[in-house]
């Protein structure tokens, strides 16, 4: 096992190094420690910091701790989870390749990470046809450079915004690696959750419930502020549905869909406008008990409830396939919004349809 395994353990070459080791993964996370614990590191890391970690000075425990990484994201099996890891996973990677590739054209090279090529990396992921390097940086295949692209957020990357050479798009150093970077984190979601044995999941027990608690602990309410109702989980997108028709909620019901549009980012004011059809609707009371759920006038800000409290009051309604990997309507929330394209995750309150703080027909009462 090289320092270059540890250091990319996605690749294929790294994969052949622990299999060609014969490494027992039950034996491992029954009697390696170190191993167990630096991969419990890579996965609450990834969801506290959204990296994962140092590096263990032992090469050997550094790349078999990915694995068992891998593992302990798929006994945990959320959503939320799976994307948080693969991203932290890509954000080394990156952070890495782009020192070693830069250093592999200078005299940094014998100072920094193992001798590595872009042509390695680009054979690795079967990019080595679709890309040419050029004076100024590297035409992409269209092909090639549209999947890599799509779940980058930033304008820059779509291709309206690129010169279009032919079949070919040109990019920047620095913009390759970030296309490679997405790969990577393609490839580390890849196959995730995967089927582990029951022996394996009784070992780690510890680490999955330290896992869990992290996930427990998470404010999920951090990074959202984008109403887009569509993308609602179904329960939510039903208790909008009913407050918009007009009917009147029972009080659990209206705190959840009311502390959901708080933490995604709707303020009091576009909250009390939804509950202005509702009969008996008291501007008043309803405004303070928005106010008192957002934290403007309590000291907490109230986190919509979990799904396994939304059951329990019979407001889980027509769960579907992405409801099975998550725990919470925010948690499905937060994954709608990071797999959907531009023109999907347009916010309600930005719409040029003339109405700019309220669902469209097609959403009012369906
Ligand atoms: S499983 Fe959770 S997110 Fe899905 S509909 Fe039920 S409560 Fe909502």
Known sequence: ??????????????????????????????????????????V????????IGDAHPDDRVELLSYPVARVLVSIVDEHVLVRRY????????????DADLRASDTELKS???????????????????QVRETADGYDV?????????????????RLVHRALDGGDVPVSETELHHLLQQAVEDRVADGLPLTVPDEITDELGPQVGEIRG?????DLTRDIDIVVPELFP????????????????????????????????????????????????????????????????SPTEYTAPACATMKSYGD?????????????????????IDDADEEEAIDWRERDDGDDAEPDESEEGA
């Open 1 to 42: 096992m090289e320092a270059r395994h540890a250091r990319y353990p996605f690749r294929q070459e790294a994969r052949e190094a622990v299999s060609a080791a014969g490494v027992d993964l039950v034996e491992l996370v029954r009697d390696d420690d170190a191993v167990v614990e630096r991969a419990a590191e890579r």
């Open 86 to 97: 693969a991203a932290a996973e890509a954000q080394a990677a990156f952070d890495r390749f």
């Open 44 to 51: 609450t890391n990834a969801v506290t910091e959204r990296d």
């Open 234 to 297: 179904p329960c939510m997108k039903n208790l909008l549905e009913r407050v918009r028709a007009g009917d009147h909620l029972p009080h659990h019901s209206r705190f959840a869909i009311t502390a959901f549009l708080g933490n995604i980012g709707l303020e009091t004011d576009e909250i009390v406008d939804l509950y202005e059809v509702n009969p008996g609707f008291g501007e008043e009371m309803t405004r303070y008990q928005t106010d008192h759920i957002k934290g403007e006038t």
């Open 111 to 129: 100072v920094s990470g193992p001798d590595i090529t872009v042509e390695e990396f680009l054979a690795e992921f079967g990019l080595d046809a």
């Open 316 to 336: 889980c309604v027509n769960p579907d396939a992405l409801c099975e990997h998550i725990s919470h309507p925010l948690s499905y929330y937060e994954a709608k």
């Open 214 to 218: 992290v996930l427990d602990d998470l």
């Open 141 to 157: 295949g269209v092909g090639a450079y549209l999947p890599l692209s799509a779940s980058l957020k930033d304008e820059q990357w």
